[in-house]
Antibody, heavy 125, light 109 residues
């Protein structure tokens, strides 16, 4: 079964850091680009970041660029999001998602076909 | 980069067809055939319905179809069913990043 399981969310004070993880299984992880997407309860989806299959190409939303860093460990089939200088507006449910495109010439912009259930980040003093 | 513009709500009766628009600019929707559509039911993770403007993933009903004209992409649901009632989001590549639409609530009357 193709599965993504996020972890690492929790309560953090403004200005502090948090690292999210996403464990993948059931597919060849290093064949696919990956994404982080967030959603404030009751609000819309916001794309946060994407990374190519080998980590050489990354992208960020303007709202997080310079504060968040996406990375992956293909040997561990894991995706990460290092979040620094957290703000109240970063509070959301964070989803990990797999890109549908498979292969070495695929990047993080074709479509997100597998999603985890999300991990909640709460930023509050 | 601002979110792509979608109507807040669209409704239709069972069996009817509805179309949801997703309006961007010449820098995003108009420049790339990299528009995807997602369905999200309350409390659930989003589900990919259409990718690369008009391609359907395996397992998605052929009642769902996508198209694009200029800076506007569209998702059409034909033969509307009760289970289609959900929120729908478009997403487009914008050059080094992706951006979602504002979201559309589809109501089946």
């Amino acid at each position: 079964e193709v599965q993504l399981v996020e972890s690492g969310g929790g309560l953090v004070q403004p200005g502090r850091s948090l690292r999210l993880s996403c464990a993948a299984s059931g597919f060849t992880f290093d064949d696919h680009a990956m994404h982080w997407v967030r959603q404030v309860p009751g609000k819309g989806l916001e794309w946060v970041s994407g990374i190519s299959w080998n980590g050489d190409s990354v992208g960020y939303a303007d709202s997080v660029r310079g504060r968040f860093t996406i990375s992956r460990d293909n040997a561990k089939s894991s995706l990460y999001l290092q979040m620094n200088s957290l703000r109240a507006e970063d509070m959301a449910l964070y989803y990990c998602a797999k890109d549908i495109c498979s292969g070495f010439d695929c990047y993080y912009y074709y479509g997100m076909d597998v999603w985890g259930q999300g991990t909640t980040v709460t930023v509050s003093s | 980069q601002s979110a792509l513009t979608q109507p807040a709500s669209v409704s239709g009766s069972p069996g009817q067809s509805i179309t949801i628009s997703c309006t961007g600019t010449s820098s995003d929707v108009g420049s790339y055939n990299l528009v995807s559509w997602y369905q999200q039911h309350p409390g659930k993770a989003p589900k990919l319905m259409i990718y690369e403007v008009s391609k359907r993933p395996s397992g998605v009903s052929n009642r769902f179809s996508g198209s694009k004209s200029g800076n506007t992409a569209s998702l059409t649901i034909s033969g509307l069913q009760a289970e289609d009632e959900a929120d729908y989001y478009c997403c487009s590549y914008v050059g080094s990043k992706d951006v979602f639409g504002t979201g559309t609530k589809v109501t089946v009357l």
